[in-house]
């Protein structure tokens, strides 16, 4: 089993910035892929942006492609999500989430694992 613990949600306004982190525990040498997901209510879950653990370039949603940042610490077990210039539509709960399928996927259902989940809003 992997255990996933998100931190670094809040309420911020447009245009600022946060930085969300995703530490793991457990079997972690069994993961490849970190992803975010976000749901805003009344939405299905979506996929936000995700990298491989051995490498490779990260993979993000059209909506925040040049606004979120996913990186990775394998040392640490950690994964963080840069936020900048946030907007209104961004307000959700942000959940970690682990893929132990290859290569990078924005398909929830390839993901085993996942965290309980942050809340991020974002007021105009």
């Known amino acids: 089993q992997v255990q996933l613990v998100e931190s670094g949600g809040g309420l911020v306004q447009a245009g600022d910035s946060l930085r969300l982190s995703c530490a793991a525990s457990g079997r972690t040498f069994s993961v490849n892929v970190m992803g975010w997901f976000r749901q805003a209510p009344g939405k299905e879950r979506e996929f936000v942006a995700a990298i491989s653990r051995s490498g490779g370039s990260p993979y993000y949603a059209d909506s925040v492609k040049g606004r979120f940042t996913i990186s990775g610490d394998n040392a640490k077990n950690t994964v963080y999500l840069q936020m900048n210039s946030l907007k209104p539509e961004d307000t959700a709960v942000y959940y970690c989430?682990?893929?132990?399928?290859?290569?990078?996927?924005?398909?929830?259902?390839?993901?085993?694992?996942w965290g309980q989940g942050t809340q991020v809003t974002v007021s105009s």
């Open positions: 989430a682990a893929s132990q399928v290859v290569p990078v996927t924005s398909l929830p259902r390839a993901y085993q694992y």
